[in-house]
């Protein structure tokens, strides 16, 4: 089993940048490295929703188009850890966000059933 801990969380104004990192632990990267990693975001009385994902293996990228073209996923396998890059926030970013590692075999999935472990989260909070 996967261990994900995110960090990089805080308070920031509006039109600032953070970058979150999820570092993953607990098995060899080998057994994940053909898969895929992901960003989700949570807002209060809001569903958990896609922000971003990236493969391991080559660094394809996904993106929610909420976030397309302010937000940038980067991964550094010599790590195990994940990034996501978040500039020109915007209020309605504000959540808790969550990393979590693709099931095997489904690519950059958007929904959260196509992932099998979760980090703990970290709270990102953007003022006006």
């Known amino acids: 089993q996967v261990q994900l801990v995110e960090s990089g969380g805080g308070l920031v104004q509006a039109g600032g940048s953070l970058r979150l990192s999820c570092a993953a632990s607990?098995?060899?990267?080998?057994?994940?490295?053909?898969?895929?990693m992901g960003w989700f975001r949570q807002a209060p009385g809001k569903e958990r929703e896609f922000v971003a994902a990236?493969?391991?293996?080559?660094?394809?990228?996904y993106y929610a188009d909420s976030v397309k073209g302010r937000f940038t996923i980067s991964r550094d396998n010599a790590k195990s850890t994940v990034y996501l890059q978040m500039s020109s926030l915007r209020t309605e970013d504000t959540a808790v966000y969550y990393c979590?590692?693709?099931?095997?075999?489904?690519?950059?999935?958007?929904?959260?059933?196509?992932?099998?472990?979760w980090g703990q989260g970290t709270q990102v909070t953007v003022s006006s």
């Open positions: 990236i493969r391991w293996s080559g660094g394809t990228t």
């Open positions: 607990g098995r060899p990267f080998s057994s994940y490295a053909m898969g895929a």
């Open positions: 979590a590692e693709g099931r095997p075999g489904l690519g950059l999935a958007n929904t959260a059933g196509g992932y099998n472990y």
